[in-house]
């Protein structure tokens, strides 16, 4: 019986230059949404042009993408509004329904490449720990 050795880091690694491109896009639809005068809008031309460059993201990237996200996802909060509708047929009374505003919908849109490679981006980093904790304790 052959067993085949899967490496997490190149793992993680292949999966986070594989969702590269799609948060690349992602960020040209958002430069589009948030303009060059907001900071939103820089933030969003440098990372994307950190992602551009290829290889890993850096420091200052990783601190950039995570302020992009955070900035995306409180403008998606603030355009968001549920509302409660009353059902007689329903047993727990009725329901609630979420409405968007247009541009929350659009950030909306915009924001899962970015959390799924922001997510990759943290696998990597917890496959690098393991291996440097794996090496410490193997010395």
Same mark, same amino acid.
């Given at each position: 019986?052959?067993?085949?050795? #899967? /490496?997490?880091?190149?793992?993680?690694?292949?999966?986070?230059?594989?969702?590269?491109?799609? @948060?690349?896009?992602?960020?040209? $639809?958002?430069?589009?949404?948030?303009?060059?005068? /907001?900071?939103?809008?820089?933030?969003?031309?440098?990372?994307?042009?950190?992602?551009? $460059?290829?290889?890993?993201?850096?420091? @200052? $990237?990783?601190?950039?993408?995570?302020?992009?996200?955070?900035?995306?996802? $409180?403008?998606?909060?603030?355009?968001?509004?549920?509302?409660?509708?009353?059902?007689?047929? #329903?047993?727990?009374?009725?329901?609630?329904?979420?409405?968007?505003?247009? /541009?929350?919908?659009?950030?909306?849109?915009?924001?899962?490449?970015?959390?799924?490679?922001?997510?990759?981006?943290?696998?990597?980093?917890?496959?690098?720990?393991?291996?440097?904790?794996?090496?410490?304790?193997?010395?």
């Amino acid at each position: 019986m052959t067993s085949t050795y #899967c /490496d997490p880091l190149e793992t993680a690694l292949l999966r986070f230059f594989d969702l590269r491109n799609a @948060a690349t896009a992602a960020l040209a $639809a958002l430069s589009k949404l948030a303009g060059d005068s /907001d900071a939103l809008g820089r933030r969003v031309l440098r990372l994307r042009s950190a992602l551009q $460059a290829g290889g890993m993201l850096d420091a @200052a $990237a990783e601190v950039e993408l995570t302020l992009v996200l955070e900035t995306v996802e $409180a403008r998606i909060a603030a355009g968001t509004q549920q509302h409660f509708v009353s059902d007689e047929h #329903c047993v727990s009374g009725g329901g609630y329904i979420t409405h968007l505003s247009r /541009d929350a919908e659009q950030f909306s849109t915009a924001v899962l490449p970015l959390q799924q490679l922001q997510a990759a981006w943290q696998d990597v980093q917890t496959a690098r720990e393991t291996e440097r904790a794996l090496a410490q304790l193997r010395s």
